[in-house]
Structures are given as structure tokens and as C-alpha cells.
């Protein structure tokens, strides 16, 4: 826990502070925000974990909410001096409805911003995604953009359109006058891929090795790289931004950084491999073993059986056409943007990074 002769004076609410990124943001203000007083965790699912938070220096406060409650959210915002909004659907796999999606990732963003503005909270840290800005419909590769690179950001997907929306809102809300007459200052992050202990997709994928006898197969070329971030870095540049925004709201306020370390650029599975081949699993091929065209028929067919079953059990496999189409697009990001601005670094190297991944894996059930 952090300690410090700084005055202990703020209060921070973390919005899905129990989530895979969630809980590394709320672990990281508690080791390393010295003047956090009090650290509220909203949330529509709280974990146990919050328990052992408790006998610490800072007051923990856990706050079982939906943010598509403006009045929990409300009630929730009033009295914090900043608000990191993480909570959200982050569904590309089918199994929320658009409708559901639209609503906890922008009408609950729109519940937060409304709370700050009412009641008076003036720093807004928003934690938006890649898939803002692509890849698009159209399946132009992104290769090491920043955040002034052009780029046709055109979406069908409900994911990706509610992100886009919900930092549009954050974004334009920059500079209204909160509860008290000053102005609230806000900005979104947009990580890439997010790896780390506690990814959910990372645990799928290795279940589905294990269960294949140890193997994965290779279908999308090596040539499609992805960008990836450390959720540790992540949540450091989470923690950072929100100490620096009040200082610097004139250069900040308003504006998007994409979060990024010094992980490698590699193609999704190759890059999963780094983490799941000292855990035992193989990735068979050194060119995808399918042609794409059946691929692309094994999605679509994986979603009309996810339509057709749906009124009687959910079928939300891996493959679907979106995922298919991320998987087989060029999307890595180069920029220095929060270094400039705020004096961003990664916390923790890609040695680092990776060491911690692989002995999260190695102690999930089943592992070899
Ligand atoms: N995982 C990634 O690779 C990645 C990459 C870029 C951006 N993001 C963004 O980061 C944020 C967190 O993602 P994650 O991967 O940790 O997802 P997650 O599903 O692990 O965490 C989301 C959290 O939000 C909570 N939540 C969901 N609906 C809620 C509601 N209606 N009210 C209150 N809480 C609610 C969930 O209970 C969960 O704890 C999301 O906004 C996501 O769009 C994630
Ligand atoms: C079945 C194969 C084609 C397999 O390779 C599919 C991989 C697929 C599940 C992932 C490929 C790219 C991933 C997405 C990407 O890392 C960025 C994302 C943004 C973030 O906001 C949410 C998660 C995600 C959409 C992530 C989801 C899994 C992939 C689609």
C-alpha cells in the first residue's frame, strides 16, 4: 500500500474496478497513489477479493451498481474528486444484445458523465479501445498509427460502435461546467489488446489447446500482427493520467492516448504463444492450415448456429466473421503521445510482462 507524507485527500471511484483491467487499475491506485484517501469500486458483479483491500491505509468502499442506473451512479460520483469510468460490455463474441451493449457502454458512460457534472466531479478518465479507430469494415490494416493517424473508422459491429460513441461523449464533455462552475476535464485511453494475468481470452484459447491434446492450430499468416499491452501498463497509464490530468487539464483535457508498452508486434496466436508454449501447448503450421474462404464459411456458420440456437442455449464460439476479421487484420500502434504529454513510461518491460503472464498461466487448473 502506498504511503507517503503527501496529504491523503482524494477520492477516486473505478467504475468495473472488478474486471480483468478493473482489478489491476484498483490494485495499482492502492500501491501507488500516495494521496488517495478514500477508493470507491463500482461494479455490477463485485469480487471477493475486495475483502483483503480493506486493511489498508485507504478506505476501500465497494459499491455494487449498474451504471445504466443514472441514479446508482449518482449516488455513487458524489463527494470523488476523479472518476476512471472502465466498467462495460466487451462483447464481440455474441452474446449480448446490440441493444444491451448500447446500453451499458453509452448510455452508462452518458449516467457517468452526467454524475460528474452534477455533482461536481471535474476529472473524467475514460477507458475507451483500439476499436475506435479500426480495424474497419473494410479490412484496412492500421501498421504502427498513432493517434493522428487517418484512418477510414467505419463500424458495423455494436462493440466497437458503442465505443466510439461513448468516447465521442467523454470526449465533447471536456470543458462543461460541473456542480460549483468549474470545468470538467476528461480524456479516454484506447489500449490495444490487453494481455495479462486475469484475460479471459487467454484463458479460452488455452483450455482449447489443452482440450486438442496440447495443440493449436495455425489460420491466420504470421504476417498479420497485432498490437499488445500489459495490463499492468495499462493500468500504471490509467493511474498516471489521473494524477497528471489535474495539472495539466489545458494539454490533456480533451484528449485520446493509446496505450502501449514494449510488447512485440506479432500475429494474435503467435503473440498468445509467447505466454502458452512454455505452458505446454504447440501451435501446429507454419502457414494457416485452411484457406481463408473456408474460414470465413466456418464463421458464418458459427453464427447462424448461434442465431438458430439462441432460444435455447448460448453458442458464443471464438470464431465468428468479426472476431475472424480482427484476427486477420494488420492493426499495431507506434506513438509516444502520453510520454510527451504526461511523462508516461511502461511500468513493467516485456520480460517482465511475459514472466508474469506465463506464471498466471501455469498456476490456472489443468495446467501441465
Ligand atoms: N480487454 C481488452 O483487451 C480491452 C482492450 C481495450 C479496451 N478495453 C476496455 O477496457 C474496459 C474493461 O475491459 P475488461 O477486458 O477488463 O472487461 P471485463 O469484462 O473483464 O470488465 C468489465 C467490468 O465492467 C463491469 N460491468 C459490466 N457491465 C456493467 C454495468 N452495467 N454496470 C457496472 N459494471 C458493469 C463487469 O462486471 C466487469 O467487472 C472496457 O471498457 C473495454 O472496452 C478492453
Ligand atoms: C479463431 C481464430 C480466428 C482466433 O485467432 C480468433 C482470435 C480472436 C478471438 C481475437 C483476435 C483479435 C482479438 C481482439 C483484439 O485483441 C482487440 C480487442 C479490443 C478490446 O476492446 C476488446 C477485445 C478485442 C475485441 C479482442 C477480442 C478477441 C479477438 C477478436
Known amino acids: 500500500m502506498a504511503s507517503s507524507t503527501q496529504a491523503q485527500k482524494l477520492v477516486y471511484l473505478v467504475t468495473g474496478g472488478c474486471g480483468f483491467l478493473g482489478e489491476h487499475v484498483v490494485r495499482m491506485l492502492l500501491q501507488r497513489e500516495p494521496q488517495l484517501q478514500e477508493l470507491r469500486i463500482f461494479d455490477l458483479h463485485l469480487g471477493p477479493w475486495l475483502e483483503e483491500l480493506k486493511t489498508g491505509p485507504v478506505q476501500v468502499t465497494a459499491i455494487q451498481g449498474d451504471v445504466t442506473q443514472a441514479h446508482e451512479v449518482t449516488a455513487a460520483v458524489a463527494g470523488a474528486h476523479v472518476v476512471i469510468h472502465i466498467a462495460g460490455l466487451v462483447d464481440v463474441f455474441g ?44 479490412g484496412h490494416p ?7 493517424t487517418p484512418y477510414e473508422a467505419v463500424h458495423k459491429h455494436p462493440y466497437p460502435r458503442s465505443k466510439a460513441l461513448a468516447e465521442r461523449l467523454v470526449l ?7 456542480h460549483g462552475g468549474l470545468p470538467l476535464v476528461t480524456c479516454a485511453l484506447r489500449p490495444t489488446g490487453i494481455y495479462g494475468e486475469g ?14 491434446g496440447g495443440r493449436l492450430f495455425r489460420v491466420i499468416p504470421t504476417s498479420v500482427e497485432h498490437g499488445r499491452v ?17 495539472q495539466r487539464a489545458a ?6 492516448y493509446f496505450c502501449y508498452d ?32 473456408l474460414l470465413v464459411l466456418l464463421a458464418t456458420l458459427n453464427a447462424l448456429l448461434q442465431w438458430l440456437l439462441r432460444p435455447l442455449l448460448l453458442y458464443a464460439p471464438l470464431l465468428n466473421p468479426y ?10 500502434v507506434s506513438t509516444n503521445k502520453a510520454q510527451r504529454h504526461f511523462g508516461y513510461e511502461p511500468l513493467f518491460s516485456w520480460e517482465d510482462s511475459r514472466t508474469r503472464t506465463i506464471h498466471w498461466v501455469q498456476a490456472l487448473e489443468g495446467s501441465a
Not at 492500421?142 to 493522428?148: K, V
Not at 484475460?199 to 486438442?212: A, C, E, P, V
Open 323 to 332: 472476431t475472424l476479421a480482427m484476427a486477420n487484420t494488420t492493426f499495431t
Open 95 to 138: 452474446r449480448a444484445s446490440p441493444k444491451t451493449i448500447h446500453e451499458v457502454n453509452v448510455q452508462g458512460t452518458q449516467n457517468v458523465i452526467e454524475a460528474c457534472v452534477q455533482t461536481g466531479t471535474q476529472f473524467l478518465v475514460y477507458t475507451s479501445s483500439m476499436e475506435v479507430v479500426g480495424p474497419n469494415i473494410k
Open 199 to 212: 484475460h479471459q481470452i487467454m484463458k479460452d484459447i488455452y483450455y482449447q489447446g489443452l482440450r486438442l
Open 142 to 148: 492500421f501498421y504502427r498509427g498513432n493517434e493522428d
Open 172 to 178: 465533447e464533455a471536456n470543458g462543461r461546467k460541473v
Open 262 to 293: 514494449k510488447s512485440p508486434y506479432k500475429s494474435y496466436m503467435d503473440f498468445n504463444m509467447e505466454f502458452l508454449g512454455p505452458c505446454g501447448l504447440r501451435l501446429v503450421g507454419t502457414r494457416p492450415l485452411l484457406p481463408y474462404w
Open 230 to 246: 500489459y495490463v499492468g501498463n495499462v493500468a500504471w497509464m490509467h493511474v498516471l493520467v489521473a494524477r497528471e490530468l489535474k
Open 251 to 256: 494539454l490533456m483535457g480533451g484528449q485520446v
